[in-house]
């Protein structure tokens, strides 16, 4: 996985669970703890999230991530960069699909070509339809 398609895929994660420990992202996104570590401090450094504290119980302190103005402008980037690739994928198998289909078409119609132009050397052979099949 690439790095920001890993950071998009972070700062997704973030946006609809800020509560989310780094194992618990590690685990969701299928990678190391220290990748993820590595990943969520990054997008720390560069300001997309910060890190603010809140009381689970009252002898405990935990984390939330949360997404910063500047980093919910990068997530839309990265979102339009990513869609705009995936249309670009899109448009090209769609033309390769096309042309695949229009090779299919002309072979087909080749081949039919040939067999009305070859004289039948079957004619002593039972058809498919004659047998009943």
């Known amino acids: 996985?690439?790095?920001?398609?890993?950071e998009y895929k972070v700062l997704r994660l973030l946006e609809r669970q800020p509560d989310l420990t780094q194992r618990q992202l590690s685990?969701?996104?299928?990678?190391s703890l220290g990748k993820t570590h590595y990943v969520v401090k990054s997008l720390v450094d560069v300001g997309w999230i910060k890190l603010g504290n809140f009381k689970r119980s009252?002898?405990?302190?935990?984390?939330?991530?949360l997404l910063t103005p500047?980093?919910?402008?990068?997530?839309?980037?990265?979102?339009?960069?990513?869609?705009?690739?995936?249309q670009r994928e899109y448009n090209a198998l769609k033309e390769e699909i096309r042309l695949l289909r229009q090779e299919l078409e002309r072979q087909c119609w080749?081949?039919?070509?040939?067999?009305l132009n070859e004289p039948s050397n079957h004619a002593d052979k039972p058809s498919v339809i004659e047998d009943g099949f």
Do not use: P, S
């Open 1 to 6: 996985m690439i790095k920001q398609e890993l």
């Open 27 to 31: 685990q969701k996104l299928g990678i």
């Open 110 to 115: 080749d081949r039919n070509l040939n067999e």
């Open 58 to 65: 009252k002898n405990k302190l935990g984390y939330m991530y």
């Open 70 to 86: 500047q980093g919910i402008v990068e997530k839309t980037a990265i979102t339009a960069r990513f869609l705009a690739r995936k």
